[in-house]
């Protein structure tokens, strides 16, 4: 899948290559979507000047949403969303020691007055983040909605016509 898009409205980052596997499922949403995006590996602990940089460059950019996905002592959402107005959507990435319980709960925290916008634990978060981030643009962007809407419609008819779960 190519990370790069020349001119991204969506910037995935996350803090580790090990996230990769998760926030991929983001990125596939806002291919998926027709939503350019950019992918990137941005670390509060490892490379917090980067983090820094990234966050403050972030609206000059053209970024118009932040999906920043990590695990552990997940700081990355918190401390991007402290940096810049841009939106921040904080996906949950697994970790081994504690399921990503500890993920969850390092982001979903924050204090009043900083905001990120929560998603769920693994695949499921990081593929709502990037269906989320594509509503957000969506609601100033009538092609992004109407792929939104048609993704929303498919996925309803999905399940419709195949009613029995005996089949495959
Ligand atoms: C976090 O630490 C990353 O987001 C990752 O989920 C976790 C482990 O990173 P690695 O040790 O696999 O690079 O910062």
Redesign the pocket.
Known sequence: MSSSHPSPRVGVI??????WPVMEHAAAMLERLGVDYETRVV????TPDLLFDYAKSAAERGIQVIIA??????H?PGMVASQTAVPVLGVP?E?KALKGLD?LLSIVQMPGGVAVGTLAIGKAGATNAGLLAAQIIGTSDVTVREAVEAFRAEQTRNVLDNPDPSQA
């Open positions: 996350m803090g580790s290559k090990s996230d670390s509060a602990h490892r996905g990590a695990g552990g002592a997940a990355l990435v970790s993920s």
